[in-house]
């Protein structure tokens, strides 16, 4: 089943402690990008990439660490996670230079930081 | 830049109402795409529908129909005889051909439609 999955799902932590969530596609995609959805706001892109070692800088990254070592992975890493990066965050995935097509999304991962 | 605008933030009606949820967008591009997402209670982003800005032509799918009016930079979106499962938080979603080749979504902020039986 063609599929974005992100890991955790949930994740209650505090100030200061480095983490990580996974975001790891089967569709062979070139492209890949984080988003946070924070209410009012819609999603804003975090980081994005249009493939292996090739990231950059969305509208609201800072704070986020990303890399893309792997052509299906693509990990988002807070090194230092304050309150305000408390929200839900996305995974996509999609082909390159095809904005025409869907994008698919992973199932969210809802990050509290205390 | 580009800039996306879901003016309504909450909208209730009865099971059966039709409802409209607006969507205005801002780009200079000539060429960019427009998109509806729905996000139901368990969270999940779910595609509904992609409109190039060269195709004006409005869709049905089933009870769900998509307006697109390149005059007044609109794409509503109305869901006739309305159910509960209906209820969500639906997007309104822009992207151009230039950002990211065309990948990078820019949201509106979302409207919250509430179905009662």
């Known amino acids: 089943e063609a599929q974005v999955t992100q890991n955790p799902r949930y994740l209650i932590t505090v100030t200061g402690k480095k983490l990580t969530v996974t975001c790891s596609q089967n569709m062979n995609h070139e492209y890949m990008s984080w988003y946070r959805q924070d209410p009012g706001l819609g999603l804003r892109q975090i980081y994005y990439s249009m493939n292996v070692e090739v990231t950059d800088k969305g509208d609201v990254p800072e704070g986020y660490k990303v890399s893309r070592k792997e052509k299906r992975n693509f990990p988002l890493i807070l090194e230092s996670p304050s309150p305000n990066q408390t929200s839900l965050y996305f995974c996509a995935s999609s082909f390159t230079g095809t904005g025409r097509t869907e994008q698919f999304f992973g199932p969210g991962t809802r990050l509290t930081v205390l | ?117």
């Open chain 2, 1 to 117: 830049a580009q800039k996306v605008t879901q003016a309504q933030t909450e909208i209730s009606v009865v099971e059966k109402e039709d409802v409209t949820l607006d969507c205005v967008y801002e780009t200079r591009d000539t060429t960019y795409y427009l998109f509806w997402y729905k996000q139901p209670p368990s969270g999940e982003l779910v595609f509904l529908i992609r409109r190039n800005s060269f195709d004006e032509q409005n869709e049905i799918s089933g009870r769900y129909s998509w307006n697109f009016q390149k005059s007044t930079s609109s794409f509503n979106f109305t869901i006739t005889a309305s159910q509960v499962v209906d209820s969500a938080v639906y997007f309104c979603a822009l992207s151009e051909a230039e950002d990211n080749a065309g990948n990078m979504l820019t949201f509106g902020g979302g409207t919250r439609l509430m179905v009662k039986p």
